[in-house]
């Protein structure tokens, strides 16, 4: 079995401290996250990390789950929408000014992968597609690429910026042309229009991605445990 650490990295920016799961002793860094409001351990507790075992104990790669805020981001209603997205991009600030560079210095590497399933899907592309020069690898899985639902009409750059689909078919092509990009949903899917119309924002602009469509499985942990480690293995096996 792979090593299993609980561990937690203050964040000057949140003021707090938030939780990570360490998983694997060695191998190229994958930050990872939760589904909506999920936990920190979601990804363990689902079998998803599980489902990559064989590349965790062979040393390719070692997983980082870290604690979202969308309690007190996206999905606080108790909020005007203007404090929902600012919290949410203080995060996402956490992520790039002080966790990522963290993982780099540990590793001795440039760029680091990003991975989740719906919610977490959401969180790894938003990052990836942002911050491009920092990410490798994007696997978003039944991921959405906008939080226009989450603002109540409420709009302003940083709703904007934290849009995927609206600032990639905006942006310049070039930023994105290194990255292992990997869309992947199901026929079935509540997030297959999405991820579609994700894939043909990068087709139209010319970047490679990946797009995978299963059949006759619905937008649930059975289909990312069957196509995570398919993904995992093409890049890194």
Same mark, same amino acid.
């Given at each position: 079995?792979?090593?299993?650490?609980?561990?937690?990295?203050? +964040?000057?920016?949140?003021?707090? +401290?938030?939780?990570?799961?360490?998983?694997?002793?060695?191998?190229?860094?994958?930050?990872?996250?939760?589904?909506? =409001?999920?936990?920190?351990?979601?990804?363990?507790?689902?079998?998803?990390?599980?489902?990559?075992?064989?590349?965790?104990?062979?040393g390719i790669v070692k997983?980082?789950?870290?604690?979202?805020?969308?309690?007190?981001?996206?999905?606080?209603?108790?909020? !005007?929408?203007?404090?929902?997205?600012?919290?949410?991009?203080?995060?996402?600030?956490?992520?790039?000014?002080?966790?990522?560079?963290?993982?780099?210095?540990? $590793?001795?590497?440039?760029?680091?992968?990003? &991975?989740?399933?719906?919610?977490?899907?959401? $969180?790894?592309?938003?990052? &990836?597609? =942002?911050?491009?020069?920092?990410?490798? !690898?994007?696997? *978003?899985?039944?991921? &959405?690429?906008?939080?226009?639902?989450?603002?109540?009409?409420?709009?302003?750059?940083?709703?904007?910026?934290? *849009?995927?689909?609206?600032?990639?078919?905006?942006?310049?092509?070039?930023k994105y042309k290194h990255? !292992? /990009?990997?869309?992947?949903?199901?026929?079935?899917?509540? *997030?297959?229009?999405?991820? =579609?119309?994700?894939?043909?924002?990068?087709?139209?602009?010319?970047?490679? $991605?990946?797009?995978?469509? =299963?059949?006759?499985?619905?937008?649930?942990?059975?289909?990312?445990?069957?196509?995570f480690p398919m993904f /995992?293995?093409?890049?890194?096996?």
């Amino acid at each position: 079995m792979p090593k299993i650490e609980h561990t937690d990295f203050y +964040s000057h920016i949140l003021g707090m +401290s938030l939780n990570v799961e360490v998983t694997g002793h060695y191998g190229y860094p994958i930050i990872m996250f939760p589904t909506s =409001r999920g936990s920190y351990t979601q990804n363990h507790d689902f079998k998803l990390n599980e489902s990559i075992n064989w590349f965790i104990e062979q040393g390719i790669v070692k997983l980082y789950n870290v604690q979202t805020i969308d309690g007190l981001s996206l999905y606080d209603k108790g909020i !005007h929408p203007a404090d929902r997205i600012r919290n949410y991009e203080m995060w996402v600030q956490f992520m790039r000014q002080e966790y990522v560079p963290y993982i780099q210095k540990v $590793h001795q590497t440039h760029r680091v992968a990003v &991975a989740g399933a719906s919610f977490g899907g959401y $969180h790894a592309s938003n990052f &990836a597609f =942002r911050y491009p020069d920092l990410v490798s !690898h994007m696997f *978003c899985l039944s991921g &959405a690429f906008t939080i226009r639902d989450f603002m109540d009409g409420y709009s302003d750059d940083l709703v904007y910026f934290n *849009c995927p689909r609206e600032f990639v078919n905006n942006d310049e092509a070039w930023k994105y042309k290194h990255m !292992h /990009i990997v869309l992947s949903t199901s026929d079935q899917d509540i *997030c297959l229009e999405q991820t =579609r119309e994700m894939a043909g924002i990068l087709t139209s602009k010319g970047i490679n $991605h990946w797009y995978d469509e =299963r059949k006759w499985i619905s937008h649930d942990w059975p289909l990312w445990r069957m196509v995570f480690p398919m993904f /995992i293995g093409r890049f890194f096996g």
